[in-house]
């Protein structure tokens, strides 16, 4: 396996490779701690220069009533956590567009915005997700969608609106899939990935774990990962919320160190990716979030919600980019 060392950082050194095997990912992903860091920050140096971070604000557009049965996932009319007698919460076009020149004037350059459907559906609530993602993108805002499944038309007509990017996790290890969500396949997502490369819009592709998994599923999610040829332009990796109501409500959090190690894995092996620490920091702790950011971390959800649970406040999080002495992406490239 190719390994850098500290005199070869430079842009040219990095490798891009699409043929890694499960057992080299796992053979990363439980080396001695000091080791997976060190090359970690080899790699992050030399491909990503300078320690920038985007910050990313999540707002969800649909939220609950989804046919889906993602044992992880607040939102699925499966869970008891769904509030399944409510009438659905839409917002309208305004609103989401409020809620972005909100997060622009907090200071974040991409913005995601989530729907809980399995697949999206044609008509007007589709008509008013292209006017979002053109009104954000006319803020020059990054926009992001996760909505389920899509066509090819979908897609195009979504790339016509200036979607930069769309939000499809593969959640889990192939291996280990069925055990989580059973009302769709793995081929299916694999598809709905391949439609959105088609179509010319940046894929946004990541996980979870602490949902029971194990090492092997864990490295073989990150193996699936790195062999799409391209790279997932970003792959945010989720550490589970545990949310009372779900099949899962009663998993421990993971140990930090376990999200540290996901990072630092999944940058060396995409080396040019946003990798995204993504759901479950209010779990980890400062130090822990720092290491992630020193193992490549380069993007983290910003604001005070994800979708349905809450995430560290901005003051914190402007704290803690502070302590850690990385600079915000957009702030950088305005220099
Ligand atoms: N329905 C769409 C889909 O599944 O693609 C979009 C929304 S869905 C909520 C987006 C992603 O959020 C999921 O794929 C999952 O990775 C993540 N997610 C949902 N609930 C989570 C939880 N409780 N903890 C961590 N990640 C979660
Ligand atoms: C992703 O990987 N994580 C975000 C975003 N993409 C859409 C969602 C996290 C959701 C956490 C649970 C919730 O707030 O409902
Ligand atoms: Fe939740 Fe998305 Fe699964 Fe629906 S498809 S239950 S919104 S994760």
């Known amino acids: 396996m190719t390994v850098l060392v500290a005199k070869d950082v430079t842009p040219e050194s990095v490798v891009l490779r699409y043929d890694w095997t499960v057992e080299q990912v796992r053979e990363l992903l439980e080396r001695p701690l000091m080791d997976l860091l060190w090359q970690a920050q080899l790699v992050h140096r030399a491909a990503n220069p300078g320690y920038r971070v985007q910050l990313a604000s999540l707002l969800s557009v649909k939220t609950g009533g989804c046919q889906e049965d993602c044992a992880y996932c607040p939102q699925s009319m499966h869970n008891s956590s769904d509030n399944q007698g409510q009438p659905e919460l839409v917002f309208q076009v305004q609103t989401v567009l409020e809620h972005a020149r909100a997060a622009k004037e907090a200071g974040a350059d991409r913005f995601c915005m989530g729907w809980a ?62 055990q989580i969500i059973t009302t769709r396949t793995y081929h299916d997502r694999l598809e709905t990935l391949q439609r959105v490369r088609s179509a010319g819009i940046s894929l946004c592709c990541g996980g979870i774990i602490g949902m029971g ?49 996901m990072v630092a894995t999944a940058r060396i092996l995409m080396p040019r990716s946003r990798v995204r620490l993504s759901a479950g920091r209010e779990q980890l702790g400062r130090e822990a979030q720092i290491l992630c950011l020193q193992a490549g971390a380069d993007s983290i959800f910003y604001g005070d919600r994800l979708l349905t649970t809450s995430n560290p406040h901005v003051e914190a999080d402007r704290e803690l980019l502070a302590q850690a002495g990385v600079q915000v992406s957009c702030e950088a490239t305005e220099e």
């Open 117 to 178: 459907w399995r697949e999206i559906r044609d008509g007007t609530q589709f008509e008013a997700m292209l006017a979002m993602v053109s009104g954000v993108r006319e803020m020059g805002l990054e926009a992001c969608v996760t909505a389920g499944m899509l066509t090819d038309e979908q897609a195009s007509q979504l790339a016509d609106a200036g979607l930069t990017s769309y939000n499809h996790n593969l959640d889990t290890s192939p291996e280990y899939y069925e």
């Open 213 to 261: 998994e194990s090492i092997e599923d864990r490295s073989s999610l990150l193996c699936v990962l790195a062999n799409i040829n391209p790279h997932p332009e970003s792959v945010p990796i989720n550490a589970l919320v545990a949310v009372e109501g779900t099949p899962l409500e009663d998993l421990s959090t993971v140990d930090p160190l376990e999200m540290v190690r």
